[in-house]
């Protein structure tokens, strides 16, 4: 009922490729990297570790790459009829920090065995419900000029190029050519959050992805991806996704899956 597969794309930066046509329902979460999506007139928009796309069955678009970085997805493809039930009408977006992890723990639980096929398609459903409930392309879109969110595009490909850069309003601003309030401003009406914040989830979303592939030099990470210090990557990622880096890598890990699938499935034992 629904393919889930891991993409890696190794492609140099790059203007829009030619136009292609979806043959099936693709809900993609880039984990690294980003990539920017063209449909029709419309003005591109940015794929990164803290968004979703949906490319409909039928659905013509191009794709181009805004750095040499590449990107590496996991990808949810499904029948038509079977994606207008579990996402709606969602375009894809921005999305919870839920949804990636959530993402990993799925992707962990398939690579390590530790999930039945009728799990796995469960999940993956509830994962794609989620989605569409909370996904969304631009806050009050219709009140948002295209001249504010290509600006706000732009700004989202600046920080996917250099996520632990120690970024500046003034330095980002100038980047697209406008003052440092007007981009504020501008960012907030077409995001929905704070230009920091949007970075902040985008740094966390990255972690995740280190994480989750066994990273352990946890001080290392923090300092890669523009924290100030190892406690203060803790203390982020543990407010946002209400554990530690070190607890949801052992989550992660043959042990901490084999721990949750016994705790998961053992009997009920009457209270003494």
């Known amino acids: ?61 191009r794709v181009g790459h805004p750095t040499a970085l590449g990107d590496d997805c996991f990808v949810l493809a499904l029948p038509p009829d079977v994606a207008e039930d579990a996402i709606g009408a969602a375009e894809g977006g921005l999305v919870a920090p839920e949804v990636r992890l959530r993402v990993h723990r799925l992707r962990a639980a398939l690579r390590r065995g530790a999930m039945d096929p009728l799990e796995a398609e469960e999940a993956a459903l509830e994962l794609l419900r989620t989605i569409g409930r909370d996904s969304f392309r631009d806050v009050a879109a219709d009140r948002v000029s295209a001249a504010a969110r290509a600006d706000a595009e732009r700004v989202r490909a600046l920080l996917a190029s250099r996520p632990g850069a120690r970024w500046r309003l003034d330095a980002i601003a100038r980047d697209v050519y406008l003052s440092p309030a007007h981009l504020a401003r501008r960012f907030r ?84």
């Open 1 to 61: 009922m629904i393919r889930l597969v891991d993409v890696a794309c190794r492609a140099h930066a790059s203007a829009p490729t030619e136009d292609e046509r979806a043959t099936i329902t693709e809900v993609i979460l880039p984990l690294r990297g980003c990539f920017e999506v063209h449909r029709g007139g419309r003005s591109s928009t940015v794929a990164d570790a803290a968004s979703v796309v949906v490319f409909r069955a039928g659905q013509e678009y």
């Open 189 to 272: 009406a077409a995001t929905g959050e704070s230009i920091s914040r949007y970075l902040l989830r985008l740094r966390l979303g990255l972690a995740l992805d280190r994480l989750a592939a066994g990273d352990r030099d946890l001080a290392g990470l923090a300092d890669e991806l523009g924290f100030a210090t190892h406690s203060h990557f803790t203390a982020r990622f543990r407010s946002t996704f209400g554990v530690t880096p070190s607890a949801f890598r052992h989550e992660l890990s043959a042990r901490g899956l084999e721990e949750l699938r016994t705790f998961v499935t053992a009997p009920h034992r009457a209270a003494s």
